[in-house]
């Protein structure tokens, strides 16, 4: 799938943001995130490092969950503080429970962060100071509606190091619902 850049490099699976979402989280992290550090589009990681070797097998996984279900209910519920940065934070029980999924599929192969159910959220910032974090969660408070959405599917990709690799995306195309 990626060939052989960086074949032993973790993995990284995302929860896919509508494309309308996405453009405007996109827009607020790069208006925000320390640009020296701001190697990615805005996204919702759902496993930090799979191991590199389960490229094929996690391939095989998300290919029968996106064929099975259709779009994942979610809501974006307001800010949450990172303590050195903020964050849209999410709620979605759905791909909380296709995550579960997934984890039991690789119980034994992951990391101990990967091992507990994750806070659903965009980074938006980060690596700042408390006080600037503080002062963007403050200013972005007003602005921030919750709405309602749905994931589009899953999204692999390989640390690279800052920048990540684009293995592929697997839409939702099913109509069970998660």
Not at 24 to 38: I, Q, S, Y
Not at 101 to 129: F, K, M
Request: glycine share 8%.
């Amino acid at each position: 799938m990626s060939g052989a850049a960086g074949q032993g490099a973790p993995l990284i699976l995302t929860a896919l943001l509508p494309k309308d979402m996405h453009a405007w989280a996109t827009a607020l992290r790069t208006r925000h995130f320390p640009p020296e550090r701001n190697h990615l589009e805005a996204h919702v990681t759902v496993f930090h490092a799979i191991p590199a070797h389960c490229e094929a097998e996690v391939a095989g996984v998300l290919k029968r969950l996106a064929a099975a279900f259709a779009p994942v209910d979610a809501e974006l519920v307001g800010l949450m503080s990172l303590g050195r940065g903020t964050a849209l934070k999410l709620e979605s029980p759905g791909i909380l429970r296709l995550r579960e999924a997934i984890a039991d599929h690789l119980h034994g192969l992951l990391t101990a962060q990967d091992q507990h159910r994750p806070r659903l959220h965009v980074t938006i910032q980060n690596r700042v100071s408390p006080a600037e974090a503080k002062a963007l969660l403050a200013s972005l408070a007003s602005n921030i509606e919750p709405r309602r959405f749905a994931f589009r599917g899953f999204g692999l990709h390989r640390y690279m190091g800052g920048p990540w690799l684009h293995i592929g995306d697997f839409a939702f195309r099913g109509r069970e619902k998660a």
